[in-house]
């Protein structure tokens, strides 16, 4: 069995007992679901903790199932309905339609409604209202606890009973788990009523839910009057105000959002906290996050990290959090779980959590960020507007059709491709120099993403001294939101958009083939042919020749690259056995190019897909060292993220998508790991042009 949350839970260390059953403490004002598979033992555990006795049903696709009145009475169990490719009605587990199903049916995760936040006042916060528990004990112990019962009595769930009914069963929740967790809802794991609950922790994701923190400050004393305070639950957090000496704090702070930024010191190290203001976004659409990174500029050798603290999200800081110690650096002095930090609706709550480190907050400036564009935005714009030579527009017929051959002469002769026995470069990349990576997944069209990512984070003056490399894993065209995937006009621009920085930056931006890029039909979205429809949109604004000249750019494209940070291509590793002189010569092997452009990562619903065995046989044809991270795009898990790190339990596996309408994300090499970075929308286009 393939156990989708292997090497993700973390026991949740502070519990209380409720009737011989170990719950979360951060839990306890919170209304528990109880969920899982047949004869996972949800009634016993139910009538354990004396919740209400009958069963209930949701169907996760319908439109405001969390205020049915199922889930009035709570504690209870419930039986999901869950969506699927092609079946208009959501189905359980052990409704005979989904069981019998061959091939096994999809999940259509783009059918699950996920219950409103509700920030404003007068709101119902829906998704905190629930927690639900998945009850999800091994396979076996279910197989046999089911095959007993059926002999005590007869229960139609158990019909036809096999142990592989069961994995599949038991496969299907774990799914469901993950994807709910990933929306942001409230969900721990239970794996047998006598163990402790536990929490999925994806290693890459640094935000944890706020219940979740099991440091406690010191109880005050009694003799104190904080202490009678909060015996009598009078005790509350203090909104604090920074200035420009160095104040420090103990007990919950409270910070508020005013547009300016504040540093933070962690026993002797700062860390700078700046509010995230996107750029042309109306107020009322604006997100109030938070950038945190090391009070560093762009004079530093190597592109810096940041970390965005999301609304709604609670971070650890410190040591222990793997993802923000590579951004930061945090030296020995830091604590492992220094402090935690909760973003509400633009409100910084901070919680110190070692009482053996200190932590203090200074303001060096009182800049306002709200009313100004930063000096460094507005520089890159006017850069990305001179490399490209005026407005962010379609070029005219006789320019294109120069860029593109002039983009196809460079690629007939790129240097770090290992030759073909015709002596043109073959399928690989072999990217030899050193310097840092930064990756882009799909864009799919998203024109303002992909100069979202290159105006920020000092990108542009790292391409122009050669300390970065940009790598963009295929499907940079063709949209995939509803009411524009027959418009090829953004994938027009975008290609205009490549070849300019292919050939401002040779020998630093490289851009491999995905299944979008082609005029094929079997490019499709929901029964659009895109490739066809982007081949007639190009005869018809740019002519047959510059059409001729597309193909051929298809053709010249690399599909696989490799370095000493990372190998990866557009979609999965191949199934077939191929050897590192076959992938130079992947252009002769049709079933090796869908292999490494159209496959997908195996799944309980999608049995053809790659593994971790193909991974290692991959990286072994490639002669990758073993650690090295593999990164592909072209299947994003799940509509809340655009990275997502160690898919499949699969350590150094990651899958990064940039083309999502709420802001692009890179993975970039930072202190020995690629680190997801992500930015809000922005208009950029926009922006340039009105310059």
């Not at 009973?161 to 069963?169: A, D, F, N, P, S």
Request: aromatic share 10%; proline share 6%; hydrophobic share 35%.
């Amino acid at each position: 069995m393939e156990d989708l949350l292997k090497k993700i839970l973390v026991p949740i260390k502070d519990v209380q007992d409720i009737r011989g059953v170990a719950l979360p403490i951060g839990l306890e004002y919170l209304q528990l679901v109880v969920t899982g598979p047949p004869g996972a033992g949800k009634s016993y555990y139910i009538n354990q903790i004396r919740g209400w006795p009958n069963e209930g049903y949701i169907d996760l696709a319908r439109k405001g199932w969390w205020k049915d009145t199922t889930l009035i009475y709570r504690p209870r169990e419930v039986h999901l309905g869950i969506p699927f490719v092609g079946i208009a009605e959501s189905l359980t587990v052990f409704d005979r339609e989904w069981l019998d199903a061959s091939p096994p049916l999809q999940f259509d995760f783009s059918r699950i409604k996920i219950p409103p936040h509700g920030d404003r006042l007068f709101q119902t916060n829906w998704i905190n209202r629930y927690i639900f528990e998945f009850l999800l004990p091994d396979p076996k112990i279910i197989f046999e606890r089911r095959e007993k019962r059926m002999n005590d009595g007869y229960f139609p769930v158990d019909t036809n009973l096999t142990e592989e009914m069961v994995i599949r069963q038991v496969q299907a929740y774990q799914e469901i788990a993950l994807f709910l967790h990933r929306a942001g809802m409230n969900v721990y794991i239970r794996l047998g009523l006598d163990g402790r609950p536990m929490r999925i922790a994806e290693k890459g994701v640094a935000a944890i839910p706020r219940w979740s923190i099991t440091s406690k400050l010191p109880r005050p004393s009694l003799k104190s009057i904080d202490g009678w305070k909060q015996l009598f639950g009078l005790h509350d957090s203090k909104w604090i105000t920074i200035d420009d000496t160095l104040q420090k704090i103990e007990g919950v702070n409270i910070i508020a959002h005013d547009g300016r930024m504040f540093e933070m010191d962690l026993n002797g190290h700062r860390i700078c906290f700046h509010p995230e203001i996107p750029l042309g976004v109306k107020k009322k659409k604006v997100n109030k996050n938070w950038i945190i990174s090391n009070p560093d500029s762009c004079a530093t050798d190597q592109p810096i990290g940041f970390a965005r603290l999301k609304v709604g999200e609670t971070v650890i800081i410190g040591r222990s959090n793997k993802e923000y110690d590579s951004i930061l650096n945090f030296p020995k002095n830091v604590g492992r779980r220094h402090i935690a930090v909760t973003n509400k609706r633009g409100d910084l709550t901070l919680t110190p959590l070692d009482s053996e480190k200190s932590v203090a907050l200074i303001r060096p400036d009182d800049v306002d960020y709200r009313e100004r564009v930063d000096i460094t935005h507005q520089h890159s714009f006017y850069t990305l507007r001179n490399i490209y030579g005026g407005s962010i527009q379609h070029r005219s017929r006789s320019e294109a059709l120069q860029q593109i051959r002039d983009t196809n002469d460079l690629l007939d002769h790129e240097p770090m491709r290992p030759l073909t026995r015709s002596g043109k470069p073959g399928g690989i990349l072999e990217l030899n120099q050193d310097t840092i990576p930064v990756v882009i997944g799909d864009l799919h069209g998203q024109v303002d993403n992909l100069l979202k990512i290159l105006c920020e984070n000092c990108l542009l003056f790292h391409l122009e001294k050669k300390s970065v490399t940009i790598i963009i894993l295929g499907d940079a065209v063709h949209s995939e939101t509803n009411d524009e995937m027959e418009d090829m006009e953004s994938s027009i621009l975008m290609m205009d958009l490549i070849f300019t920085f292919k050939l401002a930056y040779p020998e630093n931006f490289f851009y491999l083939r995905g299944n979008h890029d082609s005029f094929s039909e079997d490019v499709s979205k929901n029964g659009i042919s895109q490739g066809v429809l982007m081949r007639e949109q190009l005869f018809e604004l740019r002519g047959a020749e510059y059409t001729e000249e597309m193909e051929r750019f298809y053709r010249n494209l690399p599909y696989i690259i490799t370095s000493r940070y990372f190998y990866g291509c557009h979609a999965a590793p191949p199934r077939t056995q191929a050897s590192y002189d076959q992938l130079i010569h992947i252009s002769e092997n049709p079933t090796l190019i869908r292999e490494v452009t159209r496959n997908r990562l195996q799944r309980p619903n999608y049995l053809s897909g790659y593994n971790k065995s193909d991974i290692k046989n991959f990286r072994k044809a490639l002669g990758v060292p073993k650690k090295t991270p593999f990164i592909v795009g072209h299947t994003p898990l799940d509509p809340f993220g655009s990275v997502w790190k160690n898919v499949g339990g699969i350590k150094n596996h990651h899958i990064i998508y940039s083309a999502h309408l709420e802001g692009p994300s890179v993975l970039q090499y930072i202190n020995n790991d690629m680190v997801p970075l992500s930015y809000p929308a922005e208009p950029i286009t926009k922006l340039i042009n009105n310059l």
